[in-house]
C-alpha cells in the first residue's frame, strides 16, 4: 500500500479509525479527540479529526539527541496539557552512557523548544483535554516508535478514557510493541522490507510550519 501524499494517508487512516470506533462500543462511547504529532502528522491527523468531528490539537515532541551526535536519539519528551513526560531510550544509553548532567542539559534545551513550538503552532488556543477521552494520537508513520512513545507516556498523565495510536504506515516490530502499551493501534500498512516511513507515500515533502498551523485552524476553528 502506498498514498499519495499525508492527507490522502490521513482519509483512508480516518475510515479505518471510525470503523475502530464503530467496533468497539467501550471506545465511542467517550468523546473522542485526536492529537498530531508535529509536523508531518498533523496534515494525516486533520483528516482524522474531520472524519470524526473531533477537536483537533497538536502534541509536539522533541528527540533528546546523544551528545556529540545528535541525530541519535538517546530519548524524547512531549507535552500535553503544560506537563512534559521523558522516555530515555536504554538501547542506545547502554551503548553510549551519558551522565545525568550532559543529560539535563540536552532535556532543558529541548524543553524549551518544545514550548515554543507549542506556542508557535497554537498561538492563543488552550491546548485540547484528553481527561476521560477516547484520544487518538495520530503520526505519519512509526519507524523506531521512541516518539510516539514519549507521546504516549504525556498522554496517559491527562488521565483519558482510552488511547488509541493511528499512523498509516509502520514497523512491525515497533506497532507489536506499542500495542503492550495503549488500548489500541490502528495502523494500515506494515511492510516487511521496512526501511523509512516514506517509502509508503509518492509525495513525502517536509511540512511546513504554516501547514500545521492552517490544519489546526481549519479543524479546530
Not at 503544560?82 to 552512557?97: C, M, Q, T
Not at 495503549?182 to 516487511?192: A, H, I, N, Y
Amino acid at each position: 500500500m502506498r498514498f499519495a501524499d499525508r492527507a490522502d494517508a490521513g482519509r483512508r487512516l480516518a475510515t479505518a479509525v471510525a470503523g475502530l470506533l464503530a467496533d468497539r462500543p467501550e471506545l465511542a462511547r467517550r468523546p473522542p479527540v485526536v492529537l498530531g504529532l508535529p509536523r508531518g502528522g498533523v496534515p494525516v491527523a486533520a483528516e482524522v479529526a474531520r472524519e470524526l468531528g473531533a477537536p483537533l490539537d497538536v502534541l509536539v515532541v522533541r528527540k533528546l539527541g546523544l551528545p556529540g551526535q545528535p541525530e541519535l536519539a538517546m530519548g524524547a519528551i512531549a507535552g500535553v496539557a503544560g506537563d512534559i513526560e521523558a522516555v530515555r531510550n536504554d538501547a542506545v544509553l547502554a551503548l553510549s552512557p551519558v551522565d545525568e548532567e550532559s543529560f539535563q542539559d540536552v532535556y532543558a534545551d529541548e524543553v524549551a523548544e518544545l514550548r515554543r513550538r507549542e506556542s508557535a503552532y497554537r498561538g492563543d488556543r488552550p491546548a485540547a483535554t484528553v481527561e476521560g477521552c477516547t484520544t487518538v494520537v495520530v503520526d505519519d508513520g512509526l519507524a523506531t516508535g521512541s516518539t510516539m512513545r514519549a507521546a504516549v507516556t504525556a498522554v496517559r498523565h491527562g488521565r483519558p478514557a482510552a488511547v488509541v495510536v493511528a499512523v498509516p504506515v509502520g514497523s512491525r516490530d515497533t506497532c507489536a510493541r506499542l500495542a503492550g502499551e495503549v488500548d489500541e493501534v490502528v495502523c494500515l500498512t506494515k511492510p516487511r522490507a521496512f526501511t523509512a516511513v516514506g517509502q509508503a507515500y509518492l509525495d513525502f515533502s517536509p511540512t511546513s510550519d504554516d501547514e500545521v498551523r492552517r490544519a489546526l485552524a481549519e479543524v479546530s476553528g
